[in-house]
Each structure stands twice: as C-alpha cells, then as structure tokens.
C-alpha cells in the first residue's frame, strides 16, 4: 500500500494564480482531510470530508475549496493564490480517530 | 477552546542520554491524544494514540504516557536517529480535528 499521497511534491505560483493540490489515499478509509504547517505553528486543519460527497471547514478554510472526488480521492483548489498561502500542505485520512499523512506539497507563492 | 502547548521547543542529547517531552493540553472532553514524529521534509508519522488518564504505550525506545492535563513521551537510551520533530496532538469527544502543538524537536548526537 501506498498510503497517502499527495502531487505535486512543490509547486511555485505567482499572486493571482490558481492551482489544485492532489491528495489520494489506498487505506479504504472513509474521512481525509487538508491541513497547513507554518513555521512557529501547529498543523491547522483546512478543511474535513467525513465521506465521499460531504465536506466541512476546518479552522482555517478562507481562500480555499475542496473536492471530495471519490472514495479515494480529495482536491485542495487555491483560486486566486495569496502570498499568506505559502505553506506545506498535508493531506491525511483516517477511518476510526487516527490520522495517517501524506509527505506534503510545498507551495511557495510570489 | 482546546489548548496544546509542547516543551521543550528544542532538545539536545547525546546518545544514550534518556530525557522526556512535555505535552500540556487543555480539551472539552478529551476522544484521543496522539504522537506523532516527522522528519525534516516529510509528513508527520503516527506514533501513539492514547485514550485515558494512566493509558501507558511503547515502541522500542519510546515510552509515551497520559495524565488528565499532559502527556510525557519518554525516551530511552536514544540513537541519532530518533532525531526529529515530536508532535502532540489532541481530538476532542465529538470532534473530528486534530488540535496540534508546535512540536519539540529533538536532536541526538553521537
């Protein structure tokens, strides 16, 4: 099994720009959800999807949208990139309570 | 609001000197604790999750603990590669996100 993955690996965009990072996970699990890690921060969740077709706002949704595409499958879109959105972007699913990661995308944006 | 704060931000040892990390958590109803370690440039790696005050859980050098306000991982006779980022985080009875402190970072020379 591959676990989690996420593309692209890092990615730069210019201010205005749109993109969408790819998450997709092999575990069967039912919830995936999108986090971002700054420095001097913790991990704060983007946004959550309990199951394919249901999404929530997480602490930190302003700037973003989701996808739950399929079982297996969640996309985080940035519409019009900000440089406040540079960041490493983590992708992470769980069925019961324990959350498995992605390796991240890092996204730099100018 | 749920709180996590880790001490120390940053951990020096030399091999084989045993040490603790500090989780301090205030939660409305605590679902889970968790830790999890991650290396410079990859995702956080699940390594404990603990239910209730007194629950105790080792893997090889790592001992971690859990009271009703904190969580201590214990390491023992630690090898440079346990250098990394040790992260707590908790979840909430009823909650689905992960609350995450900012992590020590731990280093160990030989």
């Known amino acids: 099994n591959a676990g989690v993955t996420q593309t692209p690996k890092f990615q730069v965009l210019k201010t205005g720009q749109s993109m969408t990072l790819q998450c997709a996970q092999d575990?069967?699990?039912?919830?995936m959800y999108w986090y971002r890690q700054d420095p001097g921060m913790g991990l704060r969740l983007i946004y959550y999807s309990a199951s394919e077709g249901t999404t929530d706002k997480g602490e930190v949704p302003n700037g973003y949208n989701v996808s739950r595409l399929n079982k297996r499958e969640f996309s985080l879109r940035l519409e019009s990139a900000a440089p406040s959105q540079t960041s490493v972007y983590f992708c992470a699913s769980s069925r019961g309570e324990t959350q498995y990661f992605g390796p991240g995308t890092r996204l730099l944006v100018l | 609001e749920d709180q996590v704060t880790q001490s120390p931000e940053a951990l020096r040892l030399q091999e084989g000197e045993s040490s603790s990390l500090n989780c301090s958590y205030t939660?409305?109803?605590?679902?889970?604790l968790f830790w999890y370690r991650q290396d410079p440039g990859k995702g956080p790696e699940f390594l404990f999750t603990?239910?209730?005050a007194g629950e105790e859980k080792e893997k090889e050098r790592l001992k971690a603990t859990l009271t009703k306000k904190e969580s201590f991982l214990h390491i023992t006779a630690p090898k440079p590669e346990d250098s990394a980022t040790y992260l707590c985080?908790?979840?909430?009875?009823?909650?689905?996100?992960?609350?995450f402190g900012k992590g020590t970072s731990l280093l160990v020379t030989p």
């Open positions: 575990m069967n699990h039912n919830s």
């Open positions: 939660v409305s109803g605590l679902r889970g």
């Open positions: 985080a908790v979840q909430a009875s009823g909650g689905y996100a992960l609350n």
């Open positions: 603990l239910y209730s």
